[in-house]
């Protein structure tokens, strides 16, 4: 059953005329969305005779509502540019000139905001990890294709008050009056940059799997085993390899089977793959898996990962059919 907070009624009936007005996309044009998303995802923009899909035969409104759906418009973006040039139908150009400028902007913004928050948090003495968001998207052929979220750092249990207080100082007052707390981190907004600090990485519904994981992730989450990427010109601490595939798995696979997840996270977690191919220790890899009872689902994904995103399948651990 279905439980509503009382403030989500107007969201709720915004989704239903969302729905309402939403294209149901054809077998053809979800085939050819996937095959956009493969070719920007891999830079693979000379395709074979016959491959290319028609998009006479395709509704662009359906494609870039797949797009927006999935969380990969600017890898979407970037393929029709690529693929197309001088041929783009109109309905597709003018939006494509949109997308490019406007997730410029976005990332110019996010990346700035990352700066800021780390040196003043630096500054004060603590060690910020930055989990997901502007790490993941510095794993892709151009980090710009990413689609912006938020951003999300890992402070830890022992210095989370004091990180609180700094974000508090860095925020503002009036912010900080609408954050959010809970378990696992608070949320706040920093004007249109939300900003989410960890004092756990993720919790588990299971007791007992929770106690494992917490363990692995104080382990794995420590400043003396992390990995640093840049973000723009800026140099962060992101978690390291063998923890990070864990990590974006679970998030993206928690989120799947609670309330669904774009494709975005998936992709996330090709790219990583991709970067770190015959650099994990696939023992250890299995080992966590099975301790957290996520070797099936883990193999599950990796059948969307080989199958539909194009991912090699040598570059996928603990591959199944």
């Known amino acids: 059953m279905l439980f509503l907070h009382k ?31 493969r070719a920007s995802l891999w830079g693979n923009f000379a395709p074979e005779a016959g491959e290319l899909p028609d998009l006479n035969r395709l509704r662009a409104k359906a494609i870039w ?17 690529r693929l197309y040039a001088g041929n783009l139908p109109a309905e597709y150009s003018v939006r494509n000139i949109q997308n490019a400028t406007k997730m410029y902007n976005e990332h110019q913004l996010l990346n700035e905001n990352v700066r800021k ?36 750092i890992y402070i830890g249990k022992k210095d989370y008050q004091k990180a609180c207080a700094c974000i508090g100082l860095l925020v503002g007052e009036e912010a900080m009056k609408h954050a959010e707390k809970s378990r696992k981190h608070m949320h706040v ?17 299971n007791p007992l ?45 928690h989120h799947f089977i609670i309330k669904g997840v774009g494709l975005r996270q998936i992709c996330d977690w090709c790219m990583i793959l991709h970067e770190a191919a015959g650099k994990i220790d696939v023992a250890q890899l299995e080992k966590d898996l099975r301790q957290l009872h996520l070797l099936k689902p883990w193999q599950i994904m990796a059948h969307i990962a080989v199958q539909k995103l194009g991912l090699r399948q040598e570059e996928m651990p603990l591959y199944s059919e």
């Open 7 to 37: 403030n989500n009624y107007k969201a709720v009936k915004q989704q239903e005329k969302v729905n309402k007005e939403r294209l149901t996309p054809t077998e053809e044009e979800v085939e050819a969305f996937l095959f956009l998303l």
């Open 65 to 81: 509502q797949l797009a927006e759906e999935q969380t990969v418009l600017g890898l979407i973006t970037e393929a029709l540019q």
């Open 117 to 152: 928050t780390f040196d003043f948090l630096l500054s004060q003495g603590l060690s910020p990890i930055l989990l997901k968001g502007q790490g993941n998207a510095a794993r892709y052929r151009d980090p710009l294709l990413r689609q912006c979220g938020d951003i999300d």
């Open 189 to 205: 907004n920093n004007g249109k940059i939300s900003i989410e600090l960890h004092r756990i990485a993720e919790y588990l519904t």
């Open 209 to 253: 799997t929770n106690l494992r994981y917490q363990r692995l992730t104080q382990y794995w989450l420590h400043p003396d085993r992390t990995d640093t990427v840049a973000v723009g010109d800026y140099q962060v601490q992101v978690p390291g390899t063998l923890f990070n595939v864990f990590y974006v798995f679970n998030h993206f696979w």
